[in-house]
Nanobody
Framework: QVQLVESGGGLMQAGGSLRLSCVVSGDIESIASMGWAHQAPGKERDIVARDFSSGRTQYQPSVEGRFTISRDNAKDNTKSTVYLQMDRLKPEDTGVYYC????????????WGQGTQVTVSS
């Protein structure tokens, strides 16, 4: 089992920056890829950034060049922290952000965090 706990959300003006964190614990060696999903009000949840086990990253066009996903593994492999650096925020970035983990590098997600709210004012 793997547990994901997000933090770092909040209220920010357009053009500002936020950094979200996701602490991953449990059987982290079984995790291949990590991602961040965005759920805007009244919309479905969509993965906007992904970090593959190879180190390759992938972004939705709406966040490309503004958001950066990164992963930091503890030396003893007891936990991992995944970050989402969000720069040049836009009001349409508002929503709940979820951390996700997958045992594979395909498009199935096995674990989700509880989500953290991000609100960007114009």
């Amino acid at each position: 089992q793997v547990q994901l706990v997000e933090s770092g959300g909040g209220l920010m003006q357009a053009g500002g920056s936020l950094r979200l964190s996701c602490v991953v614990s449990g059987d982290i060696e079984s995790i291949a890829s990590m991602g961040w999903a965005h759920q805007a009000p009244g919309k479905e949840r969509d993965i906007v950034a992904r970090d593959f086990s190879s180190g390759r990253t992938q972004y939705q066009p709406s966040v490309e060049g503004r958001f950066t996903i990164s992963r930091d593994n503890a030396k003893d492999n007891t936990k991992s922290t995944v970050y989402l650096q969000m720069d040049r925020l836009k009001p349409e970035d508002t929503g709940v952000y979820y951390c996700a983990a997958s045992h594979t590098n395909d498009y199935r997600w096995d674990y989700w965090g509880q989500g953290t709210q991000v609100t960007v004012s114009s």
